[in-house]
């Protein structure tokens, strides 16, 4: 099944649905397209790229950024939603000795 249809070409149908799946905020097709992605592209890495493929793979390199960008803009509007809804709270960046510390605290909305 897989064979029969070039890896890059697998690999464009799984970054459009990707693209698809962020615009839609459709998180389950976002997990099955990034591992369609994941797939395709080990196939592609495995297969000697002939050099009139550079311009399709540059093409494919510039979706998956802008996917990519569209990603990291998904997770900020969230992070901004959860914070004003009251559900987190931003851990400082780093600790005393240079290093990140733990991510994200939850705080309680009300007290009983």
Known sequence: ????????????????????????????????????????????????????AQPRIRELAELNRANGALLARRRREVTWALRHLGRLDAAPAYNARGATSGGMQSRALAVA
Do not use: C, F, N, Y
């Not at 799984?14 to 998180?27: N, P, T, V, Y």
């Not at 097709?29 to 790229?49: D, F, Y």
């Open 1 to 52: 099944m897989s064979g029969a249809v070039p890896a890059i070409d697998r690999l464009a149908d799984a970054l459009a649905a990707e693209r698809r799946a962020l615009l839609d905020h459709d998180a389950d097709a976002l997990l099955r397209a990034t591992a369609a992605k994941l797939e395709a592209l080990r196939a592609v890495e495995a297969q000697p790229v002939a050099d009139e």
